[in-house]
């Protein structure tokens, strides 16, 4: 596509509850990261892909947070167990992954926990 | 302390002002620094980017990079109501992992 497309745009759900947050990276782009940014706040690192792996995964909050790309295109973020504090906008990006990286997002999903 | 700090504003000036932003960091290890551009419920957006010290110009746009003084600076001529938008900082030493400030709002009034 022309852009990195995020589904859905906005998310519910309740306390407890588990939820999955989709990204579309760009075609050809090989590097994909994930981001979660709080309201006033700059995005905050969670997790990197280059291909189907994860290279760094050192933002990860705690075990409730997993990503998955396992085709090396789409990717999925899963949250176990939602807590109210996990809610926030999640931001992925994708980039050529040539180096000197430029990163190009899209517009983000919306999580809001209840 | 943040390893990037970014005075969050906001800021508000006329239109047609020159507009200064900055950040401060405090990893030696960066190389790759950033400007991105957030309007309301979308994702940043790239504005420019720069490799080491120096400085870059595109359109109204300049960023300077001083890596002696840890300080990069965006600056923005002729501003436009369009302007008007988070702008955010980013850094990186590698190119895996963007740290970023916490953004400074601009309004640009008519």
């Known amino acids: 596509g022309a852009g990195v497309s995020q589904t859905p745009s906005n998310k519910v759900t309740e306390k407890g509850k588990y939820v999955e947050l989709r990204c579309d990276p760009i075609?050809?782009?090989?590097?994909l990261y994930w981001y979660r940014q709080s309201l006033g706040q700059g995005p905050e690192f969670l997790i990197y892909?280059?291909?189907?792996?994860?290279?760094?995964d050192s933002g990860l909050p705690n075990d409730r947070f997993f990503a998955v790309r396992p085709e090396g295109s789409v990717s999925t973020l899963k949250i176990q167990r939602t807590e109210r504090g996990d809610s926030a906008v999640y931001l992925c990006a994708s980039s050529s992954g040539q180096g000197g990286e430029k990163l190009f997002f899209g517009s983000g999903t919306q999580l809001s926990v209840l | 302390q943040k390893e990037v700090e970014q005075d969050p504003g906001p800021l508000s000036v006329p239109e047609g002002a020159i507009v200064s932003l900055n950040c401060t960091y405090s990893?030696?290890?960066?190389?790759?620094f950033m400007w991105y551009r957030q309007y309301s419920r979308k994702g940043p957006e790239l504005l420019m980017y720069t490799y080491s010290s120096g400085n870059k110009e595109d359109g109204r746009f300049t960023a300077q990079v001083d890596k002696s003084s840890k300080y990069i600076s965006l600056f923005i001529r002729d501003s436009q109501p369009s302007d008007s938008a988070t702008y955010l900082c980013a850094m990186s030493a590698r190119t895996d992992k963007l740290i970023f400030g916490t953004g400074t709002r601009l309004q640009v009034f008519p």
């Open positions: 892909f280059q291909g189907t792996g994860a290279a760094d």
């Open positions: 990893n030696s290890a960066f190389q790759y």
């Open positions: 075609s050809g782009h090989t590097a």
